[in-house]
């Protein structure tokens, strides 16, 4: 059994920052990419940015220059560190994992965590 849990959303003005924490736990042999989606209300969920086991990345264009995903293999966590947050960044986040237990890569989600920017 794998659980992905994620942690430090709020609510923040804009302009403000917050970190997000997502920590995977379980019977878990390695991860390959995590990644950070979101869901506003109404939208589709989007990729928000994403990180190889290796560290390379990848971001929305509309995080880019104020979001920085980074790992910790060794504690099996993602963070998020969201800098600059606009209203338009209010949504529910996500944690994604690709996680190696005893056989194949199997992807697994966190509960998700709210995020609310006030203008």
């Known amino acids: 059994q794998v659980q992905l849990v994620e942690s430090g959303g709020g609510l923040v003005q804009a302009g403000g920052s917050l970190r997000l924490s997502c920590v995977a736990s379980?019977?878990?042999?390695?991860?390959?990419?995590m990644a950070w989606y979101r869901q506003a209300q109404g939208k589709q969920r989007e990729l928000v940015a994403d990180i190889t086991r290796g560290g390379s990345t990848n971001y929305v264009d509309s995080v880019k220059g104020r979001f920085t995903i980074s790992r910790d293999n060794a504690k099996n966590t993602v963070y998020l560190q969201m800098n600059s947050l606009q209203p338009e960044d209010t949504a529910v986040y996500y944690c994604?994992?690709?996680?190696?237990?005893?056989?194949?890569?199997?992807?697994?989600w966190g509960q998700g965590t709210q995020v609310t920017v006030s203008s």
């Open positions: 379980g019977s878990i042999l390695s991860i390959n990419t």
């Open positions: 994604r994992g690709r996680v190696v237990t005893v056989g194949i890569p199997y992807v697994y």
